[in-house]
């Protein structure tokens, strides 16, 4: 793909799917996209799987939370599920608490499409 990720809402479900290694550019423009999306989809409850398999996030020396990603405003609103498909327990751990600091959202991180499907069908969306 062009850009390092892809995002495509089906019904009530946000789907982002990320590749490669990333910049802070492609971040930025990620949580850009997202917050356009988030904000879409206020008006109903909403989930969010994110597939994490392909894709690694910049070491911790790279001072990933600089101002211009830290300043972008993703509004969850009705937002009331999250899945994350990782290889291993570790890969974007650091990330789990702005996540798990949402009040109201369920979250899980799975190993495979089928456990995240299994998971998500709990929530009708």
């Not at 969010?48 to 969850?76: G, I, Q, Y």
């Not at 650091?94 to 799975?110: D, G, I, S």
Request: proline share 6%; with cysteine.
């Amino acid at each position: 793909p062009s850009a390092p990720y892809e995002i495509n809402k089906i019904c009530n479900l946000i789907n982002g799917s990320l590749y490669g290694h990333w910049n802070i550019a492609a971040e930025f423009q990620y949580l850009k996209d997202h917050a356009h999306q988030f904000t879409e989809m206020q008006s109903q409850p909403w989930g969010l799987l994110v597939v994490m398999r392909n894709w690694v996030l910049r070491t911790p020396s790279d001072n990933m939370f600089e101002e211009k990603v830290a300043n972008v405003h993703l509004d969850r609103t009705n937002q009331i599920c999250e899945c994350w498909i990782v290889n291993s327990p570790e890969q974007a751990a650091e990330l789990q608490p702005f996540v798990e600091a949402t009040p109201n959202l369920r979250f899980k991180r799975v190993y495979s499409k089928e456990q995240a499907l299994d998971w998500l069908s709990l929530f009708n969306l």
